[in-house]
C-alpha cells in the first residue's frame, strides 16, 4: 500500500519533463488538499524546513506554498494571460514565493516572477481594470518567457518536486491506495 502522493512520483520518474502536464493537476491536488496547513512546533523543529507564517501560525512548507503558486502563474498565462495572475493572487503569496525562490537561488525565476508584481488589488482599479499600459506590457514579455520556457519550467517543477519528496511524501496524509488492481 502506497500514498497517492507516492504513487504520482513513481509516475513521474517514468515521464520526460514536457509531459509532467498530464500528472501536474494531480500533484496540485495532493500538495493542496493533503499537505497540512498547520503543524505543531515539534514537527517543524524535526523537520528543519522552511515553513510559510501566516500571522502567529505556521502553515504549509515553503517548496509547497512555491510549487502552487508558480504552477498556478504558469497555468493562468497559457489560458488567459499572466495578468490575470497577478491580478487574483495575494500578495503576500506572491512575496513568499519570491523570497523562497531568491532563497533557493533561483535568479531568473524570481526574477521573472517578481517582473509582474504590482500594486493590482490597489482598490482605484476595482470593477474598472484600468491598469498601466505599463503593466500589461510587462505581462505580454512574461507570458512570451513563459511560452518559451515551458519544457524549463516543467523540469524546474520536477526538481523541485523530487528535492522535497522525502518531507511531501511524509506530510501527506490520506487513505492509501493499493496500486494493484
Not at 500500500?1 to 512520483?9: D, F, S
Not at 496547513?37 to 524535526?46: F, K, P, R
Not at 488589488?121 to 514579455?141: D, M, S, V
Not at 513563459?146 to 524549463?152: G, L, Q, R, S
Request: include cysteine.
Amino acid at each position: 500500500m502506497v500514498k497517492r502522493i507516492e504513487a504520482l512520483y513513481e509516475q513521474m520518474a517514468e515521464m520526460a519533463d514536457e509531459d509532467l502536464y498530464l500528472i501536474e493537476p494531480e500533484f496540485c491536488r495532493e500538495l493542496y488538499y493533503h499537505i497540512p496547513t498547520e503543524l505543531g512546533s515539534a514537527e517543524l523543529c524535526s523537520m528543519n524546513q522552511s515553513f510559510v507564517k501566516q500571522g502567529s501560525v505556521e502553515r504549509r512548507p515553503a517548496c509547497v506554498t512555491a510549487f502552487l503558486t508558480i504552477v498556478n502563474w504558469f497555468a493562468m498565462s497559457q489560458r488567459s494571460g499572466v495578468w490575470t495572475f497577478y491580478e487574483a493572487t495575494d500578495p503576500n503569496e506572491i512575496e513568499l514565493t519570491i523570497q523562497f525562490l531568491t532563497e533557493r537561488g533561483d535568479r531568473e525565476l524570481a526574477s521573472i516572477f517578481r517582473y509582474g508584481a504590482h500594486d493590482y488589488q490597489n482598490p482605484k482599479y476595482a470593477g474598472n481594470w484600468k491598469y498601466p499600459e505599463e503593466w500589461i506590457e510587462e505581462a505580454r514579455e512574461i507570458d512570451q518567457w513563459i511560452t518559451e520556457h515551458e519544457t524549463w519550467l516543467y523540469r524546474w517543477e520536477r526538481g523541485l518536486l523530487l528535492e522535497n519528496q522525502t518531507l511531501l511524501c511524509s506530510l501527506a496524509f490520506e487513505k492509501e491506495y493499493n496500486l494493484r488492481k
